[in-house]
């Protein structure tokens, strides 16, 4: 049977509604529109504003903060973020004394060739004319449920050891190499940061999968992207004077490491009796 969440009447996206809970979640900003409604407390007549996105039927509320954020991301103008993607997240907000979910828009812009997050099959449009715009878009939808009695054939509960990271996981096994990977170690530190800031911030913002490996040149080269967001607006405090030497001095101190883990694996093969 299915759980009485279905049951509820809504009228915008919520965050139980996000296909991954634990991480980004990337969708296509697909139009903006505004409705007039009237206030039941004052019977005051307000606007409010609706971001929609690409294969979704209810929007997401816009309020100031996820209007900055979006400005941020695609510019001044409403025209530049139609067909942009943004990353989704779900946070904790604490108002009132109650501290409960809420949606986030991410403050870095996902890989624009980032495939988008399927979408759950109850939150999908029915309408023919916006579901052609989002199988243009790319956008995949997720195949419908079936949830049985006493919970046999029920979908499985995301969890963070199972849960996906649509369009931000790492597509196929490039990794970030030793060049891209010293470039942006020095990035860091012109900005008096370093890996571990990174590290730590990643990991807040639902991407630990980017920043798993033991050595930064390990890592998957769709880190790229986000770190470069990220830094690209700290200022700079720190003046490198021989950028070469540095990039050959990061870049030498982790080839011993990688050239030993490698002899290791290679001495565990020989000890396999076959």
């Given at each position: 049977?299915?759980?009485?969440?279905?049951?509820?009447?809504?009228?915008v996206?919520?965050?139980?509604?996000?296909p991954n809970?634990?991480g980004?979640n990337?969708?296509?900003i697909e139009?903006?529109d505004?409705?007039?409604?009237?206030?039941?407390?004052?019977?005051?007549?307000?606007?409010?504003?609706?971001?929609?996105?690409?294969?979704?039927?209810?929007p997401?509320?816009?309020?100031?903060?996820?209007?900055?954020?979006?400005?941020?991301?695609?510019?001044?103008?409403?025209e530049?973020?139609?067909?942009?993607?943004?990353?989704?997240?779900?946070?904790?907000?604490?108002?009132?004394?109650?501290?409960?979910?809420?949606?986030?828009?991410?403050?870095y812009?996902?890989?624009?060739?980032?495939?988008?997050a399927?979408?759950?099959?109850?939150?999908?449009?029915?309408?023919?004319?916006?579901?052609a715009q989002?199988?243009?878009y790319g956008?995949?939808?997720?195949p419908?449920?079936?949830?049985?009695a006493?919970?046999?054939?029920a979908?499985a509960?995301?969890?963070?050891?199972?849960?996906g990271t649509?369009?931000?996981?790492p597509?196929?096994d490039?990794?970030?190499?030793?060049e891209?990977?010293?470039?942006i170690?020095?990035?860091?530190?012109?900005?008096?940061?370093?890996?571990?800031?990174?590290?730590?911030h990643?990991?807040?913002?639902?991407?630990?999968?980017?920043v798993?490996?033991?050595?930064?040149?390990?890592?998957p080269?769709?880190?790229?992207?986000?770190?470069?967001?990220?830094?690209?607006d700290?200022?700079?405090?720190?003046?490198?004077?021989?950028r070469?030497?540095?990039?050959?001095?990061?870049?030498?101190r982790?080839?011993?490491?990688l050239?030993?883990?490698?002899?290791?694996v290679?001495?565990?093969?020989?000890?396999?009796?076959?």
């Amino acid at each position: 049977m299915p759980d009485w969440s279905s049951f509820k009447q809504k009228y915008v996206i919520e965050p139980d509604d996000l296909p991954n809970p634990h991480g980004p979640n990337v969708v296509v900003i697909e139009s903006i529109d505004s409705e007039e409604y009237t206030d039941i407390k004052s019977k005051e007549v307000r606007t409010r504003h609706n971001l929609y996105l690409a294969g979704w039927d209810k929007p997401l509320r816009l309020n100031n903060t996820r209007v900055d954020i979006i400005k941020m991301l695609f510019g001044p103008s409403t025209e530049q973020a139609i067909g942009g993607k943004i990353a989704l997240l779900v946070g904790m907000s604490n108002a009132y004394g109650e501290t409960r979910p809420v949606i986030t828009i991410h403050a870095y812009s996902p890989h624009q060739d980032a495939e988008p997050a399927p979408v759950p099959d109850r939150c999908a449009t029915r309408s023919n004319m916006r579901l052609a715009q989002a199988r243009e878009y790319g956008v995949p939808f997720a195949p419908p449920q079936k949830r049985l009695a006493g919970g046999a054939g029920a979908a499985a509960p995301i969890t963070p050891a199972h849960a996906g990271t649509p369009g931000v996981a790492p597509a196929g096994d490039k990794k970030l190499g030793f060049e891209t990977a010293a470039e942006i170690c020095l990035l860091l530190r012109e900005r008096n940061r370093d890996w571990a800031w990174l590290k730590k911030h990643m990991e807040s913002g639902g991407m630990a999968a980017l920043v798993a490996a033991e050595l930064p040149p390990e890592c998957p080269h769709a880190l790229r992207s986000p770190a470069w967001a990220i830094l690209k607006d700290l200022p700079l405090v720190n003046n490198i004077q021989d950028r070469d030497a540095a990039k050959h001095e990061l870049i030498n101190r982790w080839r011993p490491t990688l050239a030993q883990e490698a002899a290791k694996v290679a001495a565990e093969d020989d000890d396999i009796p076959f």
